[in-house]
């Protein structure tokens, strides 16, 4: 509305280097919720180059993140977070809420679409390509059920269908992809022979854990200086999640694990908890996550009808549900469309790509989402993690696809011989 208050949207235009190419740019759309589009391009860049080749890439920091009126507070981080009691919890987001410049409300996806649209008739697009990843594939999806007549094709990477709620079922599927990795260790004739029962030794710790917390000296994994530390359940939490990540992260775990449980060293596994959780915490704006999260998802969640017995067998069990379900008790519900969590049905060309081993958004979810689309092909690489832009030959099958705009008779063969990275089986790395 003309007298509602404004804000500066940052957008950044990274030219196609054929001056000539085709007109329709690729619009990138980051995860989280809450990471700006601006800082996920950043360490993403190169798997870009070869569609810039031919089109511009267009970043929009969505509403709420990086320079688009972030919507920061001083919030703790996961570790403190869990020792706080549900009222503890509830007084800080109410703090959180009070330092906020602007009202949470209208920080939602379906406020965010019609941004994006906004910026495309701005820069003189009559069509664009979207890229999502996580949260972004929701935005993308979003955006092609409002504007279809805008989209010439999409690519979803690690993708969240429309009717999901992804808290509800969050530490199943982080449990599941923990399996796998144990599991590709113990047929991986290396890591076996290093770590002859990984799942057991994370067990070990675990109930080690609980029972006592561990107070160690270790290094600052950024400033260097020597600090004392009690390690807790949580922090064994934390870096396991984190590390489940991407086969690269994950190739460390099995070694971290077996420093901790039969060495009784948890300095390293300690130093990855704390490095990951605030990388993790400073990429994204929290404001906006509670934006997001507490309008399309906390909703959807009866806390009747939680399975607690299964959560509760997973090693993160229903600590960040029932944490994101206090705070969303304070939290105002935002604009949300009728339809938002309808399929999107549609004829547009779609790319989905998942890991077998993604412990936030499994290849189910991405099926689920398929089914919405009559043109579409998913792509699902074995050993893989939380994301596949980078991988393999994924930087050419996506600059293939939008030549094309079309999934017909597109080649993703080369997909099948993507490996995930090999175990470290010790702190100098894999074996040669």
Same mark, same amino acid.
């Given at each position: 509305m003309p007298s509602s208050p404004r804000i500066r949207l940052k957008v950044a235009l990274i030219p196609a280097l054929n001056r000539s190419g085709?007109?329709?740019?690729?619009?990138?759309?980051?995860?989280?919720?809450?990471?700006?589009?601006?800082?996920f391009y950043v360490s993403a860049a190169g798997a870009f180059a070869r569609v810039q080749r031919q089109r511009d890439i267009v970043l929009v920091d969505q509403r709420g993140t990086g320079d688009s009126n972030a919507l920061d507070c001083d919030y703790p981080e996961e570790d403190e977070l869990a020792e706080m009691s549900p009222a503890q919890i509830r007084r800080l987001t109410q703090m959180c809420l009070a330092a906020l410049k602007s009202d949470p409300r209208h920080y939602t996806t379906s406020v965010a679409v019609r941004d994006l649209d906004e910026v495309r008739a701005a820069l003189g697009y009559e069509r664009i390509n979207l890229y999502g990843v996580s949260y972004g594939t929701r935005v993308a999806q979003h955006y092609l059920r409002?504007? =279809?007549?805008?989209?010439? +094709?999409?690519? #979803?990477?690690?993708?969240? @269908?429309?009717? &999901?709620?992804?808290?509800?079922?969050? *530490?199943?599927?982080?449990?599941?992809?923990?399996?796998?990795?144990?599991?590709?260790?113990?047929?991986?004739?290396?890591?076996?022979?290093a770590f002859p029962d990984t799942a057991k030794e994370f067990a070990t710790l675990r109930a080690r854990l609980t029972r006592q917390p561990a107070v160690i000296s270790m290094p600052d994994p950024v400033a260097g200086v020597v600090t004392h530390?009690?390690?807790?359940?949580?922090?064994?939490?934390?870096?396991?999640?984190?590390?489940?990540?991407?086969?690269?992260?994950?190739?460390?775990?099995?070694?971290?694990?077996?420093?901790?449980?039969?060495?009784?060293?948890?300095? =390293?596994?300690?130093?990855? +908890?704390?490095? #990951?959780?605030?990388?993790? @915490?400073?990429? &994204?704006?929290?404001?906006?996550?509670? *934006?997001?999260?507490?309008?399309?998802?906390?909703?959807?969640?009866?806390?009747?009808?939680?399975?607690?017995?299964?959560?509760?067998?997973?090693?993160?069990?229903?600590?960040q549900l029932d944490g994101l379900l206090?705070?969303?008790?304070?939290?105002?519900?935002?604009?949300?469309?009728?339809?938002?969590?309808?399929?999107?049905?549609?004829?547009?060309?779609?790319?989905l790509l998942s890991g077998t081993a993604d412990p936030v958004t499994p290849p189910s979810y991405a099926e689920e989402a398929r089914r919405a689309f009559?043109?579409?092909?998913?792509?699902?690489?074995?050993?893989?993690?939380?994301?596949?832009?980078?991988?393999?030959?994924?930087?050419?099958?996506?600059?293939?696809?939008?030549?094309?705009?079309?999934?017909?008779?597109?080649?993703?063969?080369?997909?099948?011989?993507?490996?995930?990275?090999?175990?470290?089986?010790s702190f100098a790395g894999p074996p040669p």
């Amino acid at each position: 509305m003309p007298s509602s208050p404004r804000i500066r949207l940052k957008v950044a235009l990274i030219p196609a280097l054929n001056r000539s190419g085709p007109r329709d740019p690729l619009f990138v759309l980051s995860g989280g919720p809450g990471q700006a589009a601006s800082d996920f391009y950043v360490s993403a860049a190169g798997a870009f180059a070869r569609v810039q080749r031919q089109r511009d890439i267009v970043l929009v920091d969505q509403r709420g993140t990086g320079d688009s009126n972030a919507l920061d507070c001083d919030y703790p981080e996961e570790d403190e977070l869990a020792e706080m009691s549900p009222a503890q919890i509830r007084r800080l987001t109410q703090m959180c809420l009070a330092a906020l410049k602007s009202d949470p409300r209208h920080y939602t996806t379906s406020v965010a679409v019609r941004d994006l649209d906004e910026v495309r008739a701005a820069l003189g697009y009559e069509r664009i390509n979207l890229y999502g990843v996580s949260y972004g594939t929701r935005v993308a999806q979003h955006y092609l059920r409002r504007y =279809p007549e805008r989209v010439r +094709a999409v690519i #979803l990477d690690g993708v969240v @269908a429309p009717g &999901l709620v992804l808290a509800a079922d969050s *530490a199943l599927q982080a449990q599941r992809a923990l399996d796998l990795i144990f599991e590709r260790c113990r047929t991986d004739a290396a890591c076996h022979a290093a770590f002859p029962d990984t799942a057991k030794e994370f067990a070990t710790l675990r109930a080690r854990l609980t029972r006592q917390p561990a107070v160690i000296s270790m290094p600052d994994p950024v400033a260097g200086v020597v600090t004392h530390e009690t390690i807790r359940t949580v922090h064994l939490q934390i870096a396991t999640r984190f590390l489940s990540y991407a086969p690269e992260r994950a190739a460390l775990l099995p070694l971290l694990l077996h420093e901790a449980a039969a060495r009784n060293n948890l300095a =390293p596994l300690a130093a990855q +908890a704390e490095l #990951l959780a605030t990388r993790y @915490a400073n990429s &994204l704006s929290i404001g906006m996550h509670n *934006a997001v999260v507490c309008t399309e998802d906390a909703p959807l969640i009866d806390p009747a009808r939680i399975d607690r017995p299964a959560l509760e067998k997973t090693y993160l069990g229903s600590l960040q549900l029932d944490g994101l379900l206090e705070i969303c008790k304070v939290w105002p519900h935002g604009t949300i469309d009728p339809d938002f969590h309808a399929p999107v049905d549609s004829a547009v060309p779609v790319l989905l790509l998942s890991g077998t081993a993604d412990p936030v958004t499994p290849p189910s979810y991405a099926e689920e989402a398929r089914r919405a689309f009559s043109q579409s092909v998913h792509v699902i690489i074995e050993g893989q993690g939380h994301g596949q832009l980078g991988v393999g030959c994924v930087p050419r099958l996506l600059a293939e696809f939008l030549e094309r705009g079309s999934t017909q008779d597109l080649d993703v063969s080369c997909t099948k011989t993507i490996t995930p990275a090999p175990f470290f089986t010790s702190f100098a790395g894999p074996p040669p």
